[in-house]
């Protein structure tokens, strides 16, 4: 058995259905001894029944058109976000023509770096001395005064001048 | 069917016929259910309207992520009742304040009185009365309450359903339901002794 107190706070499950067998075998033992449980059970069917019985709200005719159709104001997350009026295909030959110049522009550099480092190479260092000669006179701590002055030391003829003593005749 | 997708092998791109007939599928089933519980909730047409659109909204957005096993209907409810409460929060002026809670007031606590709601025979029996006291009754419940009583009455979830809709413990049902039926019979007691006479007493 269970007591009153206890019977008022199941009557609510009871009512649902979803009390455990035993508890609802105790609430209706309860039921049928006490008047006072009995009313007030009446009383939450009778509440749960006028809920029951409240009209289906009917969503307005806006509704409908809003939720059938929500694509044309608020894109999808999915779909990516096209500027509504240029093709796709065009869109896709501007990005392969601007990555193209891009990687045109990068490379550029590095290509032409590599073409005059090995020109340079063949050359040699001739060349680097009568270029730097000028700096290394007026500024000889400088650094490219200073390789000019270490190239020098090993005799290397500057480029319109006989050779110097000690070196091999020209 | 092409809509086994699973997250992170979600396809871009526009919807295919056959996803959109699905979408449709699903507004076709859900849209009166959730519009209703949308509209129990809050009172009001615009705002259902909003609740339930942005509800469907969020469905169609995730479209593809979205297995046709699972149980929809939960869901759905599940994502209506958040938007429920994100909107009471957007609104803090909206303060939601249950009518049975003591007024504390500096000579001590008040109880509200209301205006006796006991009318003449006929006027209990008008349901477009009956319906506005009840919805006003149910406005008077803590949000909690409200959406317990909603989808248990109104909509008819066990508690399990509702359990798994709201992420609280049975239990916690199991009290709200009772709180709420306490408060809302003695809100709408002419009504409920008007039914309890109806059936014979």
Request: contains cysteine; aromatic residues 6%.
């Amino acid at each position: 058995m269970i007591n009153h107190h206890r019977a008022g706070h199941l009557l609510s499950s009871y009512l649902d259905g979803e009390l455990l067998p035993e508890e609802a075998t105790a609430v209706q033992g309860h039921l049928l001894e006490c008047a006072a449980c009995r009313a007030a059970f009446e009383r939450i069917r009778a509440t749960k029944g006028l809920l029951g019985e409240l009209p289906v709200a009917e969503p307005p005719v806006e509704f409908w058109s809003t939720v059938r159709e929500p694509g044309p104001g608020r894109p999808p997350a999915a779909r990516l976000p096209w500027p509504g009026s240029i093709p796709r295909r065009r869109v896709a030959w501007g990005a392969a023509a601007a990555l193209a110049v891009g990687l045109v522009l990068a490379l550029t550099p590095v290509i032409k770096g590599t073409v005059d480092r090995l020109h340079a190479a063949e050359i040699g260092v001739d060349l680097y001395v009568r270029e730097h000669a000028f700096g290394m006179s007026i500024e000889p701590l400088a650094d490219r005064g200073f390789l000019g002055v270490v190239v020098g030391d090993a005799d290397l003829v500057l480029a319109g001048e006989p050779s110097r003593a000690g070196g091999s005749p020209p | 069917m092409a809509l086994m997708a699973q997250p992170g092998t979600v396809r871009a791109g526009p919807y295919t016929p056959e996803e959109v007939a699905w979408y449709e599928t699903i507004v076709h089933r859900y849209a009166r259910h959730v519009y209703n519980i949308a509209y129990r909730m809050v009172g009001n047409e615009a705002d259902a309207r909003d609740l339930s659109q942005e509800a469907f909204l969020r469905v169609y957005r995730v479209l593809r992520r979205v297995e046709p096993g699972i149980p929809l209907e939960s869901w759905l409810h599940r994502i209506v009742s958040n938007l429920y409460i994100d909107l009471l929060r957007r609104r803090p002026r909206v303060r939601v304040e249950s009518l049975d809670v003591p007024l504390p007031t500096p000579r001590g606590e008040v109880l509200r009185e209301f205006p006796d709601l006991t009318f003449s025979p006929e006027a209990v029996l008008e349901k477009e009365r009956l319906d506005r006291a009840i919805q006003g009754a149910l406005g008077a419940l803590s949000a909690d309450l409200r959406l317990a009583v909603v989808l248990s009455d109104v909509e008819g979830f066990s508690y399990e359903e509702i359990a798994t809709i709201l992420r609280v413990p049975l239990g916690t049902v199991k009290s709200r339901l009772h709180r709420a039926r306490q408060i809302l019979q003695q809100r709408l007691r002419p009504y409920v002794e008007a039914r309890r006479r109806g059936w014979g007493e």
